[in-house]
């Protein structure tokens, strides 16, 4: 089986350029998050899909950060502008489904890192 | 959300057991994942705990208390790849991970 796909591995931008990641769930996989992960601390969630809807969105920076999962399969993030305290892997999960996520393991792809300069 | 807290750094010897600590504020509950993070990869899943008690897997274990907001994870007969982040979740929400370095 076939794990979560992420590109690119590797981003360097400068700031107030923009930037967009790309994420390829788990075939079947129903509920998609987008986690932000900054050196030396936890994942943080941005966001949360359940098919092509958003669950959860209370952490994602609106004003820059915008993240779609138009037909319920894959999904992007986009980071219009970019600023220095952006750089950070951010990581895609997956998992089956269940509207809130509750006790699902989640299935990490191996992450974008990002730095802004 | 469920503050989540656990220690920064551990070491320990090859061979050796090694316990995790984790504490969590218990409002919305719903369960405790352990996750594996090598340096440079994405998180692994380790462990799921949702009621009291304790869950062995192979050389490493996973421990819940509800009513006191407390986990751990114990790791025996340490190896040299063990050396990684561990971090404990809640529902979407992350410690900031305890990273274990194994010595020889």
């Known amino acids: 089986e076939a794990g979560v796909a992420q590109s690119p591995r590797y981003k360097i931008i400068e700031k107030r350029q923009s930037v967009a990641f790309w994420c390829n769930p788990i075939?079947?996989?129903?509920?998609l998050y987008w986690y932000q992960q900054i050196l030396g601390q936890g994942p943080k969630l941005l966001i949360q899909?359940?098919?092509?809807?958003?669950?959860?969105d209370s952490q994602l920076p609106k004003d820059r950060f915008s993240a779609e999962r138009l037909k319920g399969v894959d999904s992007t993030l986009k980071i219009q502008p970019a600023k220095l305290e952006d750089s950070a892997v951010y990581l895609c999960?997956?998992?089956?489904?269940?509207?809130?996520?509750?006790?699902?393991?989640?299935?990490f792809g191996p992450g974008t890192r990002l730095l802004v300069l | 959300g469920q503050n989540i807290d656990q220690p920064t750094e551990m070491t320990a010897t090859e061979g050796a057991i090694v316990q995790i600590n984790c504490t969590y504020q218990t409002s919305g509950f719903n369960g405790l994942f352990w996750y594996q993070q090598h340096a440079g990869e994405a998180p692994t899943f380790l462990s799921y705990n949702v009621l009291d008690g304790l869950e062995e897997k192979g050389r490493f274990s996973s421990f819940l208390s509800r009513s006191k907001g407390y986990s751990y994870l114990l790791l025996k007969e340490l190896q040299m790849k063990d050396s990684a982040s561990y971090l404990c979740a809640g529902r979407l929400d992350f410690g900031a991970g305890t990273t274990v370095t194994v010595r020889a």
């Open positions: 999960a997956s998992s089956l489904g269940g509207a809130s996520g509750a006790g699902e393991t989640q299935y």
């Open positions: 899909f359940q098919n092509n809807g958003v669950v959860d």
């Open positions: 075939s079947g996989h129903a509920t």
